[in-house]
């Protein structure tokens, strides 16, 4: 029973952790199986609560500021995962973000690793999420991210533009014959977010990810209270002032990206 | 005495959150005056740690995966802001991120509300902070920023350059005129990093803010994985790409940034 799986976990070793989010990944045994035990903690509850401060240490005082540590509402998110094999470990250990400042040149002789893009055909020719189009006309089709068909909260806004047109893998192949394209998924996209979701160009972010995370150009349309990543998303439009400017400027620019490499810190 | 202040809080709304990193802001009173009360919960200690697997409560399981929630390891951290002013309240209270964009010509009409800047002559004219100084030339220097300056933790590298030319305010400013200053700031930035912390390029992000926090031209130098702002970091490689490109190219962009308003959705 599974209830007893956790209970006969044993931890070797901590592989991830992330500060930011309150996070930690173990690796251990169950029955001399691999298995990780990823911990998170749990956000609070957004609402006004007495609390017991019975307990609490107070560490610093300053004028009107003090400081305390107290345990108290700590509900842990955990998933354990078992048993393990490499591609599970390998997916959850501590990686390290480089920046990579890729000449056009250093693009061109770089063999891009293709993920099957079945998925995005699937969408382009209506076999797949029809239900979630919102927008389309014939170079381009607008239609909700995965992440956003189930949530309620605004705040998850996401959608996708994808282009008919096959041969445009990521920013670096765009030019002035995309120009018109571009401005219309810009145009276009914001209307329509306007106008089902009532909410204004203000609150929303429109960009591009280089690196993609796929090679089928697409534009993503997010709330503005998203976090996003830095360098990795470029304003859609400043891609679109720069083609003005200079037709061929991602073949010529040099563009800085964080890539991800796997470490061993222990 | 201060343990009795905590005691005595009496929390009346949630002003402010963040699910991300577990934050949770109470506005509040201690006899009649108002106090704030920032709760955020502990990062895990990185290591292993056996852990009382009695109280899990199994909530999902398929195949491999299986998810429980228990209560363990809770340290919170709390602060405790009292008597707080509307000016506290304002600071700590929920903000909404919008996106702005910024023509040349809203540029020029716009009022820049100028935070003094006598810090930043202090330091220009070595009357503060000279033994943070890790770089100088005739045309700028570069110092650590203070909160790097306590911090034995390398991910937390973060150095500013500073021109000692008091025109240039932000980013808008640049031209052709100041293209040898800022690339001698990214090798001579680099270069010392590489020297002092014996850390390789690809772990630095080099990039300017906008918009920035206070109108005197700075470059941020940080370890690359730190988090950073999706739109507000530009990295300094490009701005000197697009400045080759066309002299006045900061003069003539619209720029998107994004700004804080403050809101109440209670």
């Given amino acids: ?20 989010t309150k996070k930690l990944i173990l690796l251990g045994y169950i029955n001399n199986q691999q298995s990780i035990l990823i911990l998170q903690k749990k956000p609070f509850e957004k ?7 019975d307990n609490a240490l107070q560490y610093f005082h300053n004028d009107i500021y003090t400081k305390y540590t107290f345990q108290q509402l700590n ?6 995962i078992s048993p393990a094999n490499q591609v599970h470990i390998d997916k959850y250990s501590k990686s390290d973000q480089i920046i990579i400042e890729e000449t056009y040149e250093m693009f061109l002789k770089q063999q891009i690793i293709q993920m099957p ?32 068909v189930n949530s309620k909260n605004l705040e998850d806004l ?11 893998k990521s920013l670096r192949d765009l030019n002035q014959d995309h120009l018109q394209m571009l401005e219309d998924i810009y145009n276009e996209g914001l209307r329509i977010i306007n106008e089902e979701y009532k909410l204004d160009q ?5 960009f591009v990810h280089y690196l993609p ?21 470029i304003p859609l439009s400043s891609i679109i002032q720069n083609i003005k400017l200079k037709s061929n400027y991602y073949q010529i620019v040099a563009l800085q990206y964080v890539t991800r490499v796997r470490i061993n810190k222990f």
């Fill in 117 to 148: 893009l079945d998925w995005v055909y699937n969408i382009l020719e209506k076999k797949k999420e029809v239900e979630n189009i919102v927008f389309e006309n014939k170079n381009f089709l607008i239609l909700k991210d995965y992440v956003f």
């Fill in 47 to 53: 609402q006004v609560q007495q609390l017991l401060f």
């Fill in 213 to 233: 995370s796929f090679y089928h150009f697409h534009v993503h349309f997010t709330h503005s209270s998203q976090i996003g990543q830095s360098f990795r998303d």
């Fill in 158 to 168: 996401h959608l996708l533009a994808l282009p008919f047109q096959r041969d445009i």
């Fill in 75 to 80: 509900e842990i998110d955990c998933e354990l």
């Fill in 1 to 20: 029973m599974s209830d007893d799986l956790l209970q006969q976990f044993r931890p070797s070793e901590v592989i991830n952790w992330d500060d930011n």
């Fill in 202 to 206: 203000k609150y929303v972010k429109v």
